[in-house]
Structures are given as C-alpha cells and as structure tokens.
C-alpha cells in the first residue's frame, strides 16, 4: 500500500515537470509585447527594396517585411518632423497642440504660429505604457522641443520615459552625439555614420537590463536625415547636403541603416525576445532632396508637401505568431494617430476614460483583417508665408488636406487652390477632378474648413 501511494507520488511529480515547459510557454504567450516603433527619418516610400527601391539593397529591412505584414496606405501626421512626431506620440492631430512645422528658434516658432516645446500636458503613449508597468526608452531624435535657443523644455521623463539617448534638438542632448550646439560635429564621439549603432545598441541593452518586464521604446534615428556622412567619408566639406553628388553619399548612408537594423532584429533574437516583440517600422515623413522624385516611389511631392510623396511613408510590422508574416495590404488606410490606440489594444494596455485622440484602433487590421479606415484624415502645412515657402516648384502643395475614403482634397485655407483626386485610381494625383466633382469637392472643402477652423491659432508678429 505505501508502494503504491510512492509510484503514484512519482508518477505525479515525473507529469508535473513535464508539464511545466508547456506551462512557462503559455505564460509566456500571455505575457505583454515589447514594442519598438522604428522612425526613420526623412526615409521616402522608395528607399526600400520592399518597396521598390532602386538605390541600394536593403535585405534587412526586406526581412521585417517578409516576417511580418507590409502596408502600403500609410499616413504620417504631417509632411515634416516636429508635429508627425507629436501625432505619434499623442495620438491627436499635431495641430491641436500648437505643432505646424519643425522647431526652431523661438523667433522662427513664432513666425511660424507654433509653439516652442510639447507641453508635458499633452497625452504620451510612453506615460500610458509606463502606467500599465512597461519599461520605456527614447532612443534618437526628438525634435518636439529643446535646442538652440529654446532653453527651458520640458525633459523626457515628464513625457513618461524611463530611459533616453537622444540628439541636440531636445531637451537632454547625449554628450556623446553633442559636443557642439549643433546637429553634430566632428568632435562627437560618436561620430554622424555611428549614431544609428549607437542608438540600436542602447536600445538591445535597455532590453536586456529590463528582461522580464515589458519594455515599450522609441527608436527614432537621426538618419537617414541630410547631412548625409558615410563611414567612407573622412572630413566633413560643410555644404548642406554633403556634397555635390549627394546621391552616393545617401546610398552610403542607406547601406550603414539597413546594417543596424538587422543588427536590431539579430539581438533580438539573441536575447531571446524577438518572437514577443511588436516592431514597427515607418517613416516620420518623405523624402528630400528626391532626386527626381525616385526616392518619393512614383509619388508627386516630397518632405514639406501634402501631396503623397510627403505624407504617404513606408510601414512595416511584425509579431511573431500574431501578426500575418510576409503579407502586404493594400487596401486598408492607417494612419499615425491610430498607433496609439492599436498598439494599446494589442498589448493589453488601458487608456484612461479622460483622454479623447483623434486616432482609432485599427489592431484588427494588424492582425490580418483588412478594412476601410472609417473616419477622414487631415493635414496642414503653411500657415502663413513668412516659414513656409518650401518646397518649390511641382512638389509645392496647398496647405491642406483630407482624405475620406477614395478621394484627397487640398485647399487653401481660405477655399482657393482646390485639389481633388481619386486617390486609389491616381495615387500619382495627376488628375484634377475639382471641375467635374463638384459634389464631393463641396462636401470636403466644409470638413477641411470646419476641421481647420477648430485648431487653435497662434499668432505670428
């Protein structure tokens, strides 16, 4: 009898232990996502191999889109860094708090009718995550606040970030990317082709340091941003962009960044994290220069335009097991606003009652079910003529737009300029229809003006 009752005992503990790795990888399973949103910036829609690229090869970027699910219906917040930053991290229309173009001197701010930094009042995706127990990291540029003469912004962790490394234009500049009050320097000790290693390899550590807790980090690179410095460069000639054949500088450039991300997904996997790990990769807006609009991927326009090749940006995203691998979806509309409810949805994440984004959650979509993004999306660029006289020529658009459904109309504030395209039969916007669309062009000249008409406004000089 108590031999029995022995075996018995033996035979329950030999089961529980074989059960206990199915155990660990459920939890696992149900563990929370790390997520990294990868920002390029200034990376136009044709770049990418995965997109059509032609300039170089780009097989580690084309491994994220062949591991995860490629859109090609993306939107940035707006045709320039500062406010598409902010409507990534607020989740709103950068409008709303006072974002029109990039930052600069307090004078340019105000010529500009914007204001010199986020306020710390403002919603932060990072605050939300950091609430709900992730670990958060800023890891590259910021540029929503801090640099020249701009003294007195606001630092990363009122934004809700545990960790930062970032570039001068912020409120905390890296000594090591910073040892001049300017973009960078020869002086640096990272010098301008190391920042994205750097960058990458602060983010794997953060990772490591905080294994076990979920980490929720911005990687926001400075490249592949002019002045545009390979490793095969050895003195900077001071021109803007670097030199007079500017195109084999990018190309270099491009090379080094698409090493450093295969370097980001190498050590995720080596830590052992890559198969719960959401990351996204995306663009802050398009490109310039263009050359010759190669680099916009057959789009009209450039960075500082609404036309498509200033807003519409590569976006790539992967999650092991979740997340359809190797698929593209062409019909489905995101845009940046929409990050932080989606990715709030998919990690389990709560957003308080009290906050009220312009965004939606579009995590189904993510999770292989194309829709129709069922809500317009709005654009400004220009509120004056005193800083916004950029970019010149064809590429120079309206200063604003919307977008519902399959058409895009742009417009000048004051009505005049209208702009309407068939979107998903012209993506080229070759074809105004304004004339013989009169119908549509009414409706949404009312919502643009409406939409315009509920910003606040600073005033210029």
Not at 5 to 15: H, Y
Not at 81 to 86: F, G, L, N, T, Y
Not at 117 to 122: G, I, K, V
Not at 130 to 158: C, E, I, L, S
Request: proline content about 7%.
């Amino acid at each position: 009898m108590r031999r029995t009752r022995l075996v018995r005992s033996l035979v329950c503990i030999v089961l529980l232990f074989s059960l206990l790795p199915a155990v660990a990888q459920r939890k696992a399973a149900q563990s929370p996502p790390n997520i990294i949103v990868i920002l390029t910036d200034d990376m136009g829609y044709g770049d990418i191999g995965a997109y059509g690229g032609r300039f170089v090869p780009t097989p580690n970027i084309d491994r994220l889109a062949a591991g995860g699910l490629k859109l090609t219906q993306y939107y940035s917040g707006a045709p320039i860094c500062s406010p598409s930053r902010a409507s990534i991290l607020t989740g709103m229309q950068p409008g709303k708090w006072n974002f029109t173009t990039f930052l600069d001197t307090r004078k340019h701010n105000k010529d500009a009718e914007q204001i010199d930094y986020l306020t710390p009042e403002a919603p932060s995706i990072a605050r939300f995550f950091k609430n709900a127990g992730y670990a958060t990291g800023h890891f590259g540029k910021w540029h929503m606040g801090g640099g020249r003469d701009v003294t007195n912004a606001p630092g990363f962790a009122q934004y809700g970030f545990d960790e930062h490394a970032s570039t001068y234009e912020s409120p905390e500049p890296d000594p090591a990317i910073t040892a001049t009050n300017w973009i960078w320097s020869e002086k640096d000790s990272i010098k301008r082709w190391g920042r994205t290693q750097y960058f990458v390899d602060k983010t794997l550590d953060f990772m490591k340091r905080h294994k076990g807790q979920p980490c929720f980090i911005n990687l926001w690179p400075d490249d592949v941003h002019t002045p545009w410095v390979p490793k095969v460069e050895t003195e900077y000639t001071g021109k803007f962009p670097m030199n007079p054949q500017e195109e084999a500088a990018f190309k270099g450039v491009l090379k080094e960044y698409d090493v450093q991300i295969g370097r980001l997904l190498d050590g995720l996997k080596a830590l052992g994290l890559a198969e719960n790990t959401i990351v996204i990769f995306t663009s802050d807006n398009g490109a310039l220069p263009t050359f010759g609009g190669a680099r916009s991927g057959g789009f009209r326009g450039s960075k500082l335009s609404l036309y498509e090749g200033g807003i519409r940006m590569p976006f790539i995203v992967s999650w092991p097991g979740h997340i359809p691998a190797g698929k593209a979806d062409d019909r489905s509309e995101l845009h940046a606003t929409d990050l932080l409810p989606t990715l709030s949805k998919l990690a389990g994440v709560r957003i308080p009652e009290s906050y009220h984004g312009d965004g939606l959650d579009r995590s189904g979509m993510l999770l292989g079910k194309p829709s129709f993004r069922k809500k317009e999306m709005f654009w400004e660029y220009g509120r004056n003529d005193i800083a916004y006289n950029y970019p010149k020529g064809n590429d120079r658009s309206p200063r604003l737009a919307v977008r519902s459904g399959e058409w895009k109309l742009l417009m000048d504030a004051d009505g005049s300029k209208a702009e309407l395209y068939n979107i998903v039969k012209d993506p080229a916007e070759t074809t105004n229809l304004q004339a013989t669309e009169a119908k549509i062009t009414k409706e949404l000249s009312g919502k643009l003006v409406a939409w315009w008409q509920s910003l606040p406004k600073l005033n210029a000089h």
